[in-house]
């Protein structure tokens, strides 16, 4: 059973430290440091570490998987309660945001009460939670339920990613991070397909009750197979630093969010703006000056990490994008079902189940610089080629580029997450583990409020354009034609004009995708090149 050890009680011999040579009277055992626990004996074999790790991979799935699985079912939910467009996009930011609040003291709570006893609890109220939101009666309180669910939600990643660096050697951490990241990137392309299903046959309701059966197995599984880890009981929590953070991001956040609506120059957009820049910059001067930082900034002093989370926001952003817009477009433009539309983006999701465990393995050969580059070159072509879509684009050529792109996805994602991992020392594993996580959440849920915003806008201009093109005489005609076949006609122009003003503005939107994601690829020539260094093995206890 999975059992936590405390570093500051621990003597100078430690029970789960190597026992192969007892100390002489003339050679002391070194005491460890108060901060970082002994190195154990590597495993034995790939065996040692799989189980653990697929135990990590299912608690991944389960708290990822909710952020895409919701999006074929707002527009079900929406009609349920009665709300606006607007509102309904909170369902879905509003889990990013408070989870990427919670993420920095994530790495805190692992340390000061071990990773494997964090990692269960978050799995329990991660299935409470989601029960909630089952029951959820109204907009107010889906919204409500989505937050508190994203609390263990933000957890649950910090805690798992920090545990795979302690459990699998640094040789295998390539092949490692491709099965994990079947949690990290397979759960959101397979969401839409699983959603889709439960929302048209079913219940929506029961794409927040199935996480309930998971998260049972998955927590008698973590205290039966995940091991023990150090504790540090001494650990404070940098409060104002959390507290920085926090109002920092959603600042910027719901500026993003409302700012189309009160106008980008209006005094509550550019307080809010104002505002989370400050407390954005307020953090890095808390966390540089106390003795205990929520984040150990050191993390940032290495470039191939720092570089890792700019590839990671470029591929987030974009990501998490596509997958919001298009099952929008497909059922409200082209009137597919909820399971029609996740059975055309399941293709996506198996190629990226092939392609990710092959990344992971073609990493540890030859390292993340070549896969990383192919890859984010693949998704720069094919976002690009997405923009030249149309109203009535065919559904087999759709297919065909989003499973070229998930390809790519697949390809590049876990090379450029193991390069930057890898880099740390073993010590700012954790806080690596949370800032990389950090850094998903908050450039996928801000990224995606920017990209609401520029649709929002390039919505709005392209009707405006497009209105002073209509033969108003042509209008008037139809409405003077009279009875319900003109009012008919007048719908008829009024949803031809709604549907091509989408288009044109998700095209535009892609447009912008891509050319980021090309910038993407001279920092992917930065990354490692050849075999990872020769590592002693996990830093944990078995």
């Known amino acids: 059973m999975s059992t936590d050890t405390d570093l500051d009680a621990r003597p100078a011999t430690v029970d789960d430290a190597p026992r192969a040579e007892a100390p002489t009277a003339t050679t002391p055992a070194p005491a460890p440091a108060p901060a970082q626990p002994a190195p154990a004996d590597p ?159 079913v219940n929506w309701r029961l794409i927040f009750f199935i996480n309930v059966p998971i998260g049972v197995v998955g927590v008698l599984a973590a205290i039966f197979f995940l091991p023990s880890f150090p504790t540090l009981h001494g650990k404070k929590l940098d409060v104002p630093g959390f507290a920085a953070v926090a109002v920092g991001l959603f600042s910027l956040l719901l500026a993003l969010h409302e700012g189309p609506k009160w106008g980008w120059t209006s005094y509550p957009t550019l307080i809010l703006l104002t505002v989370g820049v400050l407390a954005l910059a307020l953090f890095v001067v808390i966390e540089l000056e106390v003795d205990e930082p929520l984040l150990d900034l050191r993390v940032f002093t290495h470039w191939p990490f720092t570089n890792s989370l700019l590839l990671i926001s470029i591929i987030s952003m974009g990501l998490f994008g596509v997958l919001f817009y298009i099952p929008v477009f497909l059922q409200q433009y082209q009137g597919l079902g909820a399971f029609e539309t996740g059975l055309l983006l399941l293709p996506q999701a198996l190629v990226m189940a092939f392609v990710m465990p092959a990344a992971g393995f ?62 740390l020392p073993s010590f700012l594993s954790e806080n690596g583990s949370a800032v990389n996580t950090l850094v998903q959440r908050a450039s996928s849920a801000i990224g995606l409020a920017a990209m609401t915003a520029m649709m929002t806008i390039q919505q709005a201009q392209a009707s405006a354009d497009r209105s002073g093109l209509v033969d108003s005489s042509s209008m008037s005609s139809a409405g003077a034609s009279g009875g319900s076949g003109g009012m008919m006609e007048q719908y008829q122009m009024y949803s031809q004009l709604q549907s091509q003003v989408f288009v044109t503005a998700m095209n535009d939107l892609l447009y912008v995708t891509a050319v980021l994601t090309a910038l993407g690829v001279p920092l992917a020539l930065m990354l490692r090149h050849g075999k990872p260094a020769p590592s002693d093995g996990p830093t944990m206890a078995h």
């Open 43 to 201: 495993p034995s074999g790939t065996s040692s570490w799989i189980v653990p790790l697929l135990v990590l991979v299912a608690g991944m799935f389960m708290s990822v998987l909710d952020i895409s699985i919701v999006n074929v079912a707002i527009t079900t939910m929406q009609n349920d309660f009665g709300a606006t467009t607007d509102e309904m996009q909170w369902v879905s930011t509003a889990y990013s945001l408070a989870e990427g609040v919670v993420v920095p003291a994530s790495a805190w709570l692992g340390i000061r009460y071990g990773l494997g006893r964090v990692y269960t609890i978050a799995m329990i109220f991660f299935a409470i939670f989601s029960t909630l939101c089952g029951f959820a009666w109204d907009i107010n309180s889906i919204i409500a339920f989505r937050i508190l669910q994203a609390i263990p939600g933000g957890v649950i990643p910090v805690v798992a990613l920090a545990a795979l660096y302690k459990i699998v050697p640094k040789g295998k951490l390539g092949a490692a991070m491709g099965i994990y990241g079947l949690g990290i990137i397979f759960a959101p392309a397979i969401g839409p397909t699983l959603g889709g299903y439960l929302v048209e046959y």
């Open 362 to 423: 073609i990493c540890d050969k030859i390292g993340a610089r070549v896969p990383a580059a192919i890859g984010l070159a693949i998704v720069a072509y094919t976002t690009w080629e997405l923009a030249g879509m149309t109203i009535d684009v065919s559904h087999g050529h759709l297919e065909l580029l989003l499973a070229a792109r998930a390809a790519g996805i697949g390809l590049a994602m876990m090379p450029i997450m193991t390069g930057g991992l890898g880099s």
